[in-house]
């Protein structure tokens, strides 16, 4: 039987370390959606090395109709924030490049931008990003490369969804967060819409 008390403890142990051998003062850079996923991650990066170490990079393309899960994981954990809208940074892109994008070039785009957001923000601030992918969305392959599959360390990279959500349970996340329906953030469509089935099949 799982035992998330136990593995939340090893997932921050194992964190302790990883930032313990980068050396004194290291943050921890995680991208922060609102979804279980970097709610988690920013959860156990809290536990493992204090509210001041841990910086969450919210970023919104244009208006984001979930951006209140994001704030609300934020305010609840008390971690650093920084707010960059990746907007004019994906249209101007776009604008420049002599063709059209394919489909689902043009929905991966963002996730790639976020990730050199991220590693801005790491560079500038001494820190490590995170990789908030899970064993589910690994196995799997639902991740963009260089994008959201990339970082420095990977603390839910043998966690499935449904572990993932009973540690965010154990790090007394709210529910709505815990429980928030996976959407991609790019294409609109959540993530068992686009896989075609469901993590639990």
């Known amino acids: 039987m799982f035992d998330a008390e136990k593995v939340k403890n090893e997932c921050v142990a194992w964190i302790r370390d990883f930032f313990r051998e980068n050396g004194e003062g290291c943050n921890a850079i995680v991208g922060i959606s609102g979804g279980k996923d970097s709610s988690t991650v920013a959860a156990l ?3 493992a090395l204090g509210d ?3 910086i969450g990079v919210l970023m919104p393309c244009g208006v984001q109709s979930d951006l209140d899960m994001a704030e609300l994981l934020v305010s609840h954990l008390g971690i650093r924030r920084c707010v960059v809208n990746i907007k004019d940074a994906v249209d101007g892109l776009k604008k420049n490049l002599p063709f059209d994008l394919s489909r689902q070039s043009a929905i991966n785009l963002p996730a790639r931008i ?8 790491a560079q500038s601030h001494n820190g490590r990003v995170a ?3 899970n064993l589910s969305e690994d196995w799997v392959g639902y991740a963009t490369r260089y ?3 990339a970082g420095d360390f990977s603390p839910l990279s043998r966690l499935t969804v449904a572990e993932v959500k009973e540690i965010g349970r ?3 996340l709210p529910e709505t967060l815990v429980e928030k329906v996976p959407i ?3 294409s609109g469509k959540t993530d068992e819409e686009n896989l ?4 639990a099949e």
């Open 45 to 47: 990066c809290k536990e």
């Open 114 to 121: 976020r990730m050199a957001t991220l590693y801005a923000v």
């Open 170 to 172: 154990a790090l007394g």
């Open 131 to 133: 990789n908030t992918c």
């Open 147 to 149: 994008g959201d599959g």
């Open 184 to 186: 991609d953030g790019l």
């Open 196 to 199: 075609g089935f469901t993590y």
């Open 52 to 54: 001041d170490r841990v």
